[in-house]
């Protein structure tokens, strides 16, 4: 009966050190990023695929493996895309919606609030 439980009880351990080297790896090879960083998240049609989107990034950004804010372009949502965006703009922080056309001044504003924030 004891060879079994060390069998066992050597099986654990070297589990539990495999789990805890692949957090440590994790977490030194995960590229975070910094308050700097957006990400895109294309918004098309009705927004079907808009909150799976989210909710992949917010897990990401939850976990510790990314940083910075999410931003929802509008590609051509219909209203019932709009509102789901907008849906999720109001019930998790740290997240925008701006049309296409407007992505380019969206960055250059955030561009200037970071330079201002580091001053």
């Known amino acids: 009966m004891r060879p ?10 070297v589990a539990g050190l495999m789990s805890l080297s692949w957090l440590l790896m994790g977490r030194i090879l995960t590229p975070v ?4 960083t957006v990400s895109l998240v294309p918004g098309t049609g009705d927004g079907e695929t808009l909150e799976q989107s989210v909710r992949g990034l917010l897990w990401l950004r939850g976990g510790g493996m990314l940083a ?19 849906a999720l703009c109001l019930r ?3 997240m925008e919606s701006c049309p296409a ?8 504003r955030k561009a200037a609030e970071v330079k201002a924030d580091k001053m």
């Open 68 to 86: 910075g804010n999410i931003l929802i372009v509008d590609c051509g949502l219909t209203q019932t895309g709009r509102a789901v965006a907008a």
């Open 92 to 94: 998790e922080p740290g």
């Open 101 to 108: 056309s407007e992505l380019s001044v969206y960055i250059k």
């Open 33 to 36: 990023g910094s308050e700097e």
């Open 4 to 13: 079994i439980l060390e069998v066992i009880l050597a099986l654990l351990a």
